[in-house]
């Protein structure tokens, strides 16, 4: 007995609805509303379904679109930044380079700063490859308009898309330094690590404290990073992957406290992302499933 195209493609569902979400907890929700609907479909209906990945793709990007419309509205809420919920990823990720640099927390900030439309168009056109009719299909629009935004949005995501030209080698290097630093309160090694410009974006959301605004600069940044010894004795701080990349956890004592996702360029860190909202760290244990 073969198995069930929805069971096949599950994981493939799960990051299309991630990707567009930016929530894991969300996408869960997302998959979970398609599969109610693929299992209402009768043993005829299904049998007429010529493509069940095209066909479960279109459902789960209009579902998406939908909760992306009003997830919007809230966000516009939200206490301090938001960022993307980080996930724990295994090896295989990492290895289909476009799909870690397409998952990576830095390029779902950037998809934020997009429309509804425009993220779902992009997500699915550029990082799932779906023909324009199929998405034309699934958003309501004709061929024609999903062109338009699928350019707009490309120019948009190339102005802002972060590059990591450096090797995954060399982002942990950086990455275990940057730690080294930071936990002896060593100033001049974070300067050293450190880009001149770095930006550092928190997100607490109101539940656990945080910058309340991006900040940049390595000189008004590593002095108030060398005191986190000071000010946090004993806490742990260690290597780890989150969404496709070279990340960090760092445990104060006993709590997946915060996650840290970083871009790294010409061995210095540029962008540092610190996840701090408890509810996004919940999952953190498990390695998510991501698949294109």
């Given at each position: ?46 049998a007429?379904v ?23 509205r ?22 289909d ?24 168009v ?31 949005a ?8 972060p ?47 945080t ?21 946090a ?25 915060t ?20 509810h ?13």
């Open positions: 007995m073969s198995e069930d195209p929805f069971v096949a493609h599950r994981s493939l569902l799960f990051t299309v609805a991630y990707e567009m979400l930016g929530s894991a907890a969300d996408a869960e929700d997302v998959v979970q509303e398609a599969w109610l609907r693929w299992a209402a479909l009768t043993d005829t209906e299904r007429e010529r493509e069940p990945r095209a066909y479960l793709v279109r459902i789960v990007a209009r579902l998406s679109l939908n909760r992306l419309r009003t997830l919007a809230q966000r516009e809420d939200y206490v301090g930044e938001w960022l993307p919920e980080p996930l724990l990823t295994s090896p295989d990720v990492a290895e380079v476009e799909l870690a640099e397409n998952v990576s927390i830095a390029m779902l900030a950037v998809l934020e700063t997009l429309l509804p439309t425009e993220r779902a992009f997500v699915l056109r550029e990082v799932f490859d779906v023909p324009y009719d199929e998405i034309a299909e699934a958003l309501g629009k004709s061929p024609a308009a999903v062109r338009q935004i699928a350019v707009r490309r120019k948009h995501v190339a102005a802002r898309r590059r990591m030209s450096v090797s995954r080698t060399e982002q942990e290097q950086v990455v275990e330094r940057f730690l080294a630093a930071l936990t002896t309160g060593d100033v001049p090694g974070l300067l050293e690590v450190l880009a001149p410009d770095v930006l550092v974006v928190g997100d607490g959301g109101g539940l656990a404290p910058i309340p605004k991006p900040v940049r600069g390595a000189a008004k940044l590593a002095p108030v990073m060398a005191r986190f010894a000071e000010l004795p004993g806490a742990k701080a260690f290597v780890v992957e989150l969404n496709g990349g070279i990340a960090a956890r760092i445990d104060p004592g006993g709590a997946n406290d996650a840290v996702s970083f871009v790294i360029e010409d061995g210095q860190i540029r962008q540092i992302f610190a996840i701090r909202n408890p996004k760290l919940e999952r953190l244990a498990e390695v998510a499933q991501l698949r294109r």
